[in-house]
């Protein structure tokens, strides 16, 4: 019998320690922007009730989970003649009561409803968790990937919006990314669904409208006409979709062509107010108001945001919006929400690309003490653990083999610095350290070994 090869499914990766090392670099760089913002950490399971993930992500979103069997003969309660037609969708609900979930927004929402009780309103919480869909895998698509999400819930105010314009400025500023960030408004997109007479088409509009990037205007055109907008109406939107200059000649462009649209002005009114105040804060990304940007999923109602990488050719690296009754479909009406959510493995593929990874972001060890034999052991060891309780990652070989092989040892896992520690150096108590870049070799006690460790961490 032949052995099998292994392997994992499509659409999913193993990740080294040395990519480990890069991708908590990135996690650990968005968790401390989330801290200094007043963001608290929750985190809810895998698996969700299918009641609560179905038809919140629209019916494309929808095809995307991942559902779970049930546990035991699940095929128990479907008749022969169920199971003759192949009505998938009805089988899936009837065979599949779990799904693995789609994003961190709906989880999240569910939570809210569960735990009111318990929880201080406005709720502002952050959530970095893996999320599963059952798309094609290509470049920068995964089957399984990680979410960093930060939403405020329970307040109306712009200001978070606001708020977490400024996160994004500063995430990627503190990553060394050069972005740009859109920002539009579904109130927007509803008006202008109304004033070309196209009000009950506004789910296609915006699916259709949202993958302008992707696949171009002719596609989004013929998009919507299969969905049923007529010609006159199509034509309507080119100019809208097209709009020039700067944030505040495209509001006053949209004024013009919505003011007969109550919701539509009421878009534009909420986009004029988070301009005004970003205009008076320093910001480290582009933000420009762009009507191509429609997020295609339902629960948006507000301001939407999207951010791309301005060096490197791949999809959005962060995004969401403003949803205003998310938890309504769990119970708990009238409560706003608004957050986004970084792809941090998207961020991992531009940070690669370009190179820009930090040296500290590559090294898990900072120092290796080289193994002579069961006395140099003894001596180390009470040293590792002042160096250790110092903040200083440390290890010693676990063996006294041939220093070549502990050097190679140290270079394939990139240590900095390696500590020599012989019998000279135990009896006139030093350490002697060498640079593995440069080769530089210096004489030092443990005081000066744990100041110079410190100083170079700063």
């Known amino acids: 019998m032949a052995i099998q090869k292994p392997s994992i499914p499509k659409g999913t990766r193993d990740f080294s320690p040395e990519i480990m090392a890069k991708r908590n670099f990135i996690f650990d760089t968005i968790k401390s922007v989330f801290k200094l913002y007043g963001f608290q950490a929750i985190e809810t399971p895998a698996m969700e009730n299918l009641s609560t993930l179905l038809g919140k992500y629209g019916e494309e979103g929808d095809k995307l989970l991942f559902k779970v069997l049930n546990s035991g003969d699940f095929l128990s309660d479907v008749s022969e003649t169920e199971l003759s037609e192949r009505n998938l969708t009805k089988l899936s609900t009837q065979i599949c009561e779990k799904g693995l979930r789609y994003d961190l927004t709906v989880p999240f929402a569910r939570y809210v409803v569960q735990h009111r009780n318990d929880i201080q309103f406005p709720f502002k919480r952050y959530q970095i968790q893996p999320v599963w869909r059952a798309d094609r895998p290509q470049k920068g698509r995964y089957r399984e990937f990680y979410q960093c999400d930060v939403d405020v819930i329970g307040s109306n105010s712009l200001l978070n919006e606001v708020e977490l314009v400024q996160i994004i400025s500063d995430v990627f500023s503190k990553l060394g990314l050069n ?5 539009n ?3 927007i997109l509803s008006g202008i669904a109304e004033i070309i007479g196209q009000k009950d088409k506004i789910v296609d509009i915006t699916v259709a409208i949202d993958k302008l990037d992707k696949i171009g205007l002719e596609a989004v055109n013929k998009e919507l006409s299969e969905k049923g907008l007529p010609e006159n109406a199509i034509e309507q939107l080119q100019p809208i979709i097209n709009l020039s200059g700067n944030n505040y000649q495209k509001l006053d462009q949209l004024s013009q062509v919505l003011s007969q649209s109550e919701v539509g002005m009421k878009g534009i009114s909420e986009m004029r ?5 970003l205009s008076a804060i320093e910001l480290n990304t582009e933000v420009e108001l762009d009507l191509t940007l429609a997020r295609g999923l339902n629960y948006y109602t507000g301001a939407i945001f999207e951010v791309k990488a301005k060096d490197y050719a791949i999809g959005s690296i962060c995004g969401g919006g403003r949803y205003d009754d998310l938890t309504g479909i769990f119970g708990l009406k009238d409560v706003s929400g608004v957050g986004v959510s970084f792809g941090a493995d998207r961020i991992f593929d531009v940070l690669s690309g370009l190179e820009q990874f930090p040296s500290s972001a590559q090294a898990t060890t900072d120092l290796l003490f080289v193994n002579f034999g069961a006395k140099e052991e003894a001596y180390i060891m ?9 903040g200083i990652n440390t290890e010693l070989f676990p063996e006294s083999d041939k220093m070549k092989k502990q050097m190679t040892y140290a270079d394939k896992k990139s240590i900095p610095f390696v500590a020599i520690v012989g019998e000279n150096e135990m009896t006139q108590g030093t350490i002697s350290l060498k640079n593995m870049i440069s080769g530089e070799q210096n004489t030092m006690n443990l005081e000066e070994l744990i100041v110079f460790f410190k100083e170079n961490k700063k």
Do not use: G
């Not at 009470?382 to 110092?390: E, F, G």
């Open 273 to 277: 107010t988070i301009f005004d105040y």
């Open 185 to 187: 408004n579904r109130k």
């Open 382 to 390: 009470p040293i590792l653990q002042k160096l250790r309780k110092a």
């Open 179 to 183: 972005t740009i960030t859109k920002l």
